[in-house]
């Protein structure tokens, strides 16, 4: 980034204080962080979940989330101080010179209307052009974006269009008003690796085109040394260290910053050859359809007990149209799928209380699988009623005993809303609704995807410690081959709703690769600044 852009100071938060209430009790949980950000410059914000990142992310906005507020500081957005301003004040600013992309695009897009409509809202609020010209705008940006069909995309409402588009349309809705600064919540946390590359070249170059200011908050490092002029690691809400990104990366000062740059280290041990037994799940010559549109051909796996089978494919290859198949979300129009060797019906609906405890799943994104009006004691207390029978004091004992296992601390989280909890502690949540019920096999979709990569490894631990105790049976849905390479047994290779490759994880992931697992192996980002300018040089020429 040139100095020219980096000149002017547009935003500086000082001495920034944020509280959470719990129990009507109101606690610190940013402590005095300060935050200056030039004009073109791109701020990436690291650290665990629950470090604070998004919290400071929201306070750039003037904007504290429910059960938080702004105690303390400054945040002076080109000399307005926006902890004091107006409601009417930031009103104006927040969507046309501040704009937000959140983590989790399903939930940040109305489902009642369509793409289109939601980008135009903005620009023709605020007066800054008609509605035609939004139009046309959108369906300029949504090309720059790389998404399919851009002139017709944006007439689908958000249930059509694969999570990894809704990501992208919300990055385009958030340049639609041409902003000073945007707020980039974990935009690519449900993207491919393959679709992550488009992606991240498009923000990259948007960003530069209107000289927008960026805080980009991750916890992907490889992700974030791609985008970042200088890198700010936050940990318990407090400032660790801060510095431009080509030195963080090549020689951090803090351990908790080596920490976090270390490459994941768990690797699942190799195990033996599954039994020659019938397989815990077999899908067989499944095909299946959205309407008139197919999405499924001709797939067929088998899951052995105490084995993981890791799913892997681009956005729309069909991933988790396969495990709505199996778990009866989605009748198959071709193919069965049988458990234990006895078919089950093709609609959850006739299936039993047994067939669907047995069979348990963690969806991608939390904030649109759990209900935001109940406590984490009602969620993870729920399955413990219908499948097991367990009320009262033994229902909350087990409750405790399951927030244990994911690591949070029951005292503290047995009563607490979703909104309340951060992205990675919304996921755990997950996990132990889905342990409640004691299953045999568990689909995971994305199930670390939210997580920052120390929680991350834990949670892999724990769920390798949970098969080798349980034998249970594990399908991962995934794009993190990082994952992949640490959980699996075997792997599935999707493309386009087909099984292109799959096989032992060894044989998968040694030369010479299937031509598409060649291309999602080499869009994995590595922790240097220049791979993501390499790898575009090189796929150009």
Known sequence: MSESKTRDVLLNMHGLRIEGRSDEIWQEIVHGVNVILHRGEVLGLIGESGAGKSTIGLAAMGFARDGCRISGGTIMFDDVDLAKASDDSLRLLRGSRIAYVAQSAAAAFNPAHKLIDQYCEAPVQHGIMPRAEAESDAIDLYGRLQLPDPGGIGFRYPHQVSGGQLQRAMTAMAMACRPDLIVFDEPTTALDVTTQIEVLSAIRDIVRQFNTAAIYITHDLAV??????????LRHGNLVEEGETRGMIEDPQKDYTRDLLSVRSFRKEISREPDPETPLLRVENISAAYGKTPVLYNVSIDIHRKRTVAVVGESGSGKSTLAR??????????????????PMPPDHRKRNKDEKRRLQMIYQMPDTAINPKQRVSTIIGRPLEFYLGLRGGDRDARVRQLLEMIELDPDEFFDRFPGELSGGQKQRICIARALAAEPELIICDEVTSALDQLVAEEILKLLQRLQDELGLAYMFITHDLATVRAVADEIVVMLQGEVVEQGPKEQVLTPPHHAYTELLLSSVPEMDPDWLDNLLEQRAN
Do not use: F, N
């Open 224 to 233: 974030v040394s791609q985008m970042a002029d200088r890198i700010m690691v």
């Open 325 to 342: 198949v199996i778990t009866g979300l989605l009748q198959p129009s071709e193919g069965h799928v049988y458990y234990d060797g006895a």
